[in-house]
């Protein structure tokens, strides 16, 4: 299977995409530019992209996104981030509404969203 883990380098991403590959999957995934990546990555089995999902329009979102089987969200907000009140909308953009789109519109298979308080199928 095609996988695209978005924030695969990141804590929770990390993990995921290591087991996409002990599993045998294909598996590409999106990092903040800023992210230096060592020799703790598997650079030579992942395809790394560079950019940050909140600034990109849907249109090179599709461009990122075509051709996968599956995609991971492993990345926004987490228990660390306190935003101001009322946080459904900061939470609700950030996990939810600009890749469910996406998602429905472009993964062959299957969405999941993965946080460090939940994890939710969407597709």
């Known amino acids: ?71 991971v969200y492993a990345v926004g907000p987490d228990d660390r981030i306190i935003p101001k009140a009322p946080a459904y909308d900061f939470f609700h953009f950030r996990k939810i509404e600009k890749l469910e789109k996406l998602t429905s519109e472009l993964v062959e298979k299957r969405s999941i969203i993965i946080s460090t308080n939940q994890s939710q199928s969407i597709s």
């Open 1 to 71: 299977m095609k996988v695209f883990n978005v924030g695969g380098t990141g804590f929770l991403g990390y993990y995921a995409t290591l087991e996409f590959l002990k599993r045998g999957h294909e598996v590409d995934t999106m990092a903040l530019p800023d992210i230096p990546l060592g020799d703790w990555f598997p650079t030579d089995k992942v395809g790394v992209s560079y950019g940050n999902v909140f600034e990109m329009s849907h249109d090179d979102l599709v461009e990122v996104f075509k051709g996968y089987d599956a995609m």
